[in-house]
C-alpha cells in the first residue's frame, strides 16, 4: 500500500481528548486545529494546537454533524481528521464522508466500523469467529413497538429473568436497562429506545441475559494496514456507577494467565476476521459469581472501533503512545517489530465526574473556582478544564482523568491517595471524595469488585466517609475561621501551569495552621473579574489544599482536608450558605440542570409516591422526576422542551386543605 503524509489534523471533538490528541500529533511534528465558542480559546489547548477556530457555540448536535465537521476541517487547510472518541468516532457513514473529500481518516475502515458498529451483528460476527457470546437476540425484530415486545417476551420465555435491554449502536450505559419482571418490558424499551435515540441517533435494541455478578474485562487492540494485529493486554472496568465506568486498571488483577492468554487471542481472531486496522477495544464480561468465578468464564460484549476514555492505563505500561500510533497506522506505518509487547507495571486511572455521590450521582454542572493538579513521579492527568472553569450540562460531565504508574498495583492506589489528597478541584460537588474512598476500601483493596461493586459496598463506603469527617468536620471548621484572612505571599498561576506541580513540601511548624504556599489564578479571557487564591497547608499533621474566591456576591471557600472537601458559599448579606437552601422536603424539583423532554402528569392528576411525573434530559442522559409522596397536582410551572436549573420547582402540590 502506499503511504501518506499526514501534516495538518482537525481534530473533531473537545475537552481533554482534544488536547490528547494534540499532544500524539505534536510528537510527530504534525499541526492541529480544533473547535472552540466563548470569548476566548480554552488554555489548556493554546500552545498544543496549531489553530483553535471559533464557533458561534459548541454543543452536541455540532460535533455530531459530520459535514459541518468535513467543512472546517477543509476551511482549516487539514489533510486528515481524527475523531477521537464520542460523538462521531464509530460512525462508518463519517468515515466514509471523510475519506470521500479527500482526508485522510484516523481509523479503522467504514466497512470495520460498520461491522462492529451494531452490537447485535457485533454478536453475530463474534460468534462466527468461536468468541464466546452470552444467550441473547443479536437481530431482534425491531419494525414496530408490537414485534420489538413480543421479541423480549419470547425472550423471556426461553431464558428467564433477568434480562438487559441497551443500545445496539451505544455504549457508556445510555439506552442501558436491566428488567426484572415482565410489567417493566414495555415502558422499559419506550425509555431505552428514546435514550438511545437522543444519544446516537438510533434506535435499535438488543437483549441478552443479564449475567448478575459480571467483571468488565477489556483487550487492547492495536492493528496496521498491513494485516498485523496485537493484542496490548487487557484492562479492568468493574467499577462503574449507572453501566459507566469510574476506575479502570491494567494489567486486570486476578486472572490466570491461561485466561488472559485465551481472552486476547479471541480479541485478536475477531479483529483479524473484520480487518480491523488502528486502535480498537473488545470488551468481555466475566462471570464471577462466588459458584461460578474459578472457571473464568469469558464472553463478548462489543468492539469499541476507536480509541477508549481508559487507553492511557494501557499506555503507561506498555510504554506506547497509542494516539501517535493511530497517526502512523493512517498513514500507512506497519507495527511488525516495533510494538513492544511486553508490558510492566500497574496503572490505574480514576474519572472525575461533576456529579452528586449521595444523589443517585446525578450530574452537577457548575463553576470550577479552581483547579490544581497534584504532579509527582508515576503520576499522569489528562485534564479538559482551566484552571478557572466551568463544567457546562451541555456535555458529558467528566472533568479529568487521573492515572497513577508503579511496580505493583498497591503502589499505583498509593499513588492515586496521595494525588487526591493534594490536588485542588474547588467546585460546589463533585465526585473526588467519593473516589477516595473507593480507593481505600477492603473490597477494592481484593482487586476482584464485580460491576456492582459501588451498589453491594454503597453502605461501607458511607461509613467511611462518615468515619473520616468525624475528624475532618472539626478541621474544617477551624480552617473556615481562618481563610477569609490569608495573608501569605502569593504567586501567579495559569493554565500554563497545569503541567507542573506548583506546590512546596512545607514541614509542619509548631502552629495549629502552616501555609507551605499560596497562588493566585486567573483566566482573563473568559472570566475577566474573577480572581481566585489557591494554596496547601497542615493543620495538626493534617494536609489540606484549598481555594478562595469571590463569585456574584458571594465569598467562596472550598477545602480539601485528607481527601474529604468542603464547600462554603456565604453571601454579603448572609452569615453563611452552605449546601442546598432548605426546600421542603416533597417539592418537585429538578434533580439536574437540563431540558424538560416529557411531562406525564398534569392540573389536577393524583399520583401515587414514587410515579414518574417528568422527564428531564442532561448531558445525553434522561433523569425521571418521582414523586416523594402520593397526592394531587395543583399546578405545572414548566413546559415541555424548556431549560431548567437545578433544584428548579417543576410542579406544586394542591394543598390539603383545598381538597
Not at 448478575?212 to 498485523?228: A, C, F, K, M, S
Not at 469510574?246 to 473484520?274: C, F, H, N, W, Y
Amino acid at each position: 500500500m502506499m503511504k501518506t503524509q499526514i501534516r495538518r489534523l482537525f481534530i473533531a471533538n473537545r475537552g481533554e481528548i482534544a488536547r490528547r490528541i494534540a499532544l500524539g500529533a505534536q510528537s510527530l511534528g504534525i499541526e492541529t486545529v480544533a473547535l472552540y465558542s466563548g470569548p476566548a480559546a480554552p488554555g489548556y489547548l493554546k500552545g498544543l494546537v496549531t489553530e483553535l477556530m471559533c464557533v458561534e457555540e459548541e454543543n452536541p448536535a455540532l460535533y455530531l454533524n459530520g459535514e459541518r465537521m468535513v467543512q472546517y476541517a477543509i476551511q482549516g487547510g487539514c489533510d486528515a481528521l481524527h475523531p477521537g472518541f464520542g460523538f462521531l468516532s464509530e460512525s462508518a457513514g463519517f468515515a466514509a464522508l471523510v475519506i470521500k473529500n479527500g482526508l485522510t481518516w484516523v481509523g479503522p475502515s467504514p466497512e470495520s466500523i460498520s461491522k462492529m458498529a451494531s452490537k447485535a451483528e457485533a454478536r453475530a460476527i463474534a460468534k462466527d469467529y468461536k468468541v464466546p457470546v452470552v444467550p441473547g437476540l443479536e437481530r431482534m425484530k425491531n419494525n414496530s413497538p408490537a414485534e420489538l415486545i413480543q421479541s423480549v417476551n419470547d425472550f423471556v420465555r426461553d431464558h428467564g429473568f433477568p434480562i438487559l435491554l441497551k443500545a445496539a449502536m451505544g455504549g457508556g450505559g445510555k439506552g442501558m436497562r436491566i428488567v426484572r419482571d415482565t410489567k417493566d418490558i414495555e415502558e422499559s424499551i419506550n425509555r431505552a429506545q428514546s435514550e438511545a435515540l437522543n444519544s446516537f441517533g438510533d434506535s435499535t435494541l438488543i437483549v441478552e441475559r443479564y449475567v448478575e455478578h459480571p467483571r468488565h474485562i477489556e483487550v487492547q487492540i492495536l492493528g496496521d494496514q498491513h494485516g498485523n494485529v496485537y493484542a496490548l493486554g487487557d484492562r479492568d472496568c468493574s467499577v462503574q456507577r449507572r453501566h459507566q465506568k469510574i476506575i479502570e486498571e491494567a494489567p486486570a488483577p486476578g486472572l490466570r494467565d491461561e485466561t488472559r492468554k485465551r481472552m486476547q487471542e479471541a480479541a485478536v481472531s475477531l479483529a483479524k476476521g473484520v480487518h480491523y486496522f488502528s486502535a480498537g477495544t473488545v470488551e468481555f464480561i466475566m462471570d464471577w459469581a462466588p459458584e461460578h468465578r474459578d472457571k473464568e468464564n469469558f464472553f463478548f460484549l462489543e468492539m469499541n472501533t476507536r480509541l477508549q476514555v481508559e487507553h492511557p492505563v494501557t499506555e503507561q505500561i506498555f510504554g506506547e503512545d497509542l494516539v501517535a500510533w493511530q497517526l502512523r497506522i493512517a498513514m500507512g506505518e506497519t507495527l511488525k517489530d516495533k510494538i513492544n509487547l511486553k508490558p510492566q507495571g500497574h496503572s490505574i486511572e480514576l474519572r472525575l465526574y461533576a456529579e452528586d455521590t449521595k444523589n443517585n450521582f446525578l450530574p452537577a454542572p457548575g463553576p470550577v473556582y479552581g483547579f490544581l493538579p497534584y504532579h509527582s513521579q508515576g503520576i499522569r492527568w489528562e485534564a479538559g478544564i482551566d484552571v478557572i472553569d466551568e463544567v457546562t450540562p451541555r456535555f458529558d460531565p467528566m472533568i479529568a482523568k487521573l492515572i497513577s504508574t508503579g511496580t505493583t498495583r498497591d503502589e499505583a492506589i498509593a499513588k492515586l491517595i496521595t494525588a487526591l489528597k493534594n490536588s485542588v478541584l474547588a467546585m460546589p460537588i463533585s465526585n473526588a471524595s467519593f473516589l477516595l474512598d473507593v480507593l481505600q476500601s477492603q473490597g477494592f483493596a481484593r482487586a476482584q469488585p464485580t460491576t456492582k461493586y459501588i451498589e453491594e459496598e454503597n453502605q461501607n463506603l458511607k461509613q467511611a466517609s462518615e468515619s473520616r469527617k468525624a475528624r475532618t468536620d472539626r478541621l474544617a471548621k477551624t480552617l473556615l475561621q481562618n481563610l477569609g484572612s490569608i495573608r501569605a505571599s502569593s504567586n501567579e498561576v495559569s493554565a500554563d501551569t497545569l503541567t507542573r506541580n506548583i506546590f512546596t513540601k512545607n514541614t509542619t511548624s509548631a502552629e495549629v495552621i502552616s501555609y507551605a504556599s499560596e497562588m493566585i489564578a486567573r483566566n482573563p479571557g473568559r472570566y475577566k473579574s474573577r480572581e481566585t487564591k489557591l494554596g496547601k497547608g497542615w493543620i495538626e499533621n493534617s494536609s489540606f489544599t484549598y481555594c478562595i474566591t469571590r463569585d456574584k456576591g458571594a465569598l467562596i471557600r472550598w477545602l480539601n482536608i485528607e481527601g474529604e472537601t468542603y464547600f462554603d458559599k456565604q453571601k454579603d448579606d448572609e452569615t453563611s450558605t452552605s449546601g442546598k437552601s432548605g426546600a421542603h422536603a416533597h417539592d418537585i424539583l429538578a434533580p439536574v440542570p437540563g431540558k424538560v423532554i416529557k411531562i406525564l402528569v398534569s392540573q389536577g392528576s393524583a399520583v401515587q409516591e414514587r410515579q414518574t411525573l417528568l422527564i428531564l434530559e442532561s448531558m445525553k442522559m434522561e433523569f425521571e422526576v418521582q414523586a416523594t409522596k402520593a397526592g394531587t397536582i395543583a399546578e405545572v410551572l414548566v413546559t415541555q422542551g424548556q431549560q431548567v436549573q437545578s433544584d428548579t420547582l417543576l410542579a406544586n402540590w394542591q394543598s390539603e386543605t383545598s381538597k
